[in-house]
């Protein structure tokens, strides 16, 4: 089982991003897809969720209305459109499989089985 993220880079703040998750080895579409990202110094901290029907997305407070999530089971990949990006956006961007059917979104670092190898997102101010 391997999850694979790319799509980072170093950017102005305000521009745009997209991040990509491929997931390989199983399909996972019944269970949650979700991108954490890790500041350094800082813990890995939730960004965002989106449960295998796309009916429930959550996302962090300091994403919200800038970063948007999607999936396609059919393809086994998970998205990250990050705009109106900020310094403090800066950090190594994680993208994370939880495998169990649910219907929420989860939160945490210990609810995701699988993990991608994480890429670097850099937003200048």
């Known amino acids: 089982v391997q999850l694979q993220a790319c799509g980072g880079g170093l950017v102005q703040a305000g521009d745009s991003l997209r991040l990509s998750c491929a997931a390989s080895g199983r399909t996972f579409d019944r269970g949650v897809m979700g991108w954490f990202r890790q500041a350094p110094g800082k813990e890995r901290e939730f960004v965002a969720g989106?449960?295998?029907?796309?009916?429930?997305?959550y996302y962090a407070d300091s994403v919200k209305g800038r970063f948007t999530i999607s999936r396609d089971n059919a393809k086994n990949t998970v998205h990250l459109q990050m705009n109106s990006l900020k310094p403090e956006d800066t950090a190594v961007y994680y993208c994370?499989?939880?495998?169990?059917?649910?219907?929420?979104?989860?939160?945490?670092?210990?609810?995701?089985?699988?993990w991608g190898q994480g890429t670097l997102v850099t937003v200048s101010s």
């Open positions: 994370a499989a939880r495998t169990f059917y649910s219907v929420i979104v989860y939160v945490r670092v210990s609810d995701y089985d699988y």
């Open positions: 989106v449960t295998w029907s796309g009916y429930s997305i």
